[in-house]
């Protein structure tokens, strides 16, 4: 979740269907990260699935990812920086 102006923030979708984890855009989460994640099962970051909305809209926090390398450089590739 990226926090942008006026309580707007960016989400990207995370899917357990690992079938979804070989493009370079996406970032594999195992089930052995789940305590600090929140995740219940393996799971697959997409971070060509891009959406906006209000911060006050999300309900709750469940979990965070620690270490985002991986997700900055699946951004990366997303976005063509």
Do not use: C, W, Y
């Not at 219940?40 to 270490?67: C, F, P, W, Y």
């Amino acid at each position: 979740m990226i926090s942008l102006k006026r309580g707007d923030v960016v989400l990207t979708m995370i899917t357990s269907n690992l079938d979804r984890r070989t493009h370079p855009s996406r970032v594999f989460i195992p089930l052995s990260a789940s305590r600090s994640t929140g995740l219940r099962t393996d799971s697959v970051i997409m971070t060509d699935n891009l959406a906006t909305a209000l911060h006050q809209a999300i309900a709750e926090k469940v979990g965070q990812i620690m270490d985002l390398s991986e997700v900055n450089q699946a951004l990366r590739v997303t976005l063509g920086l």
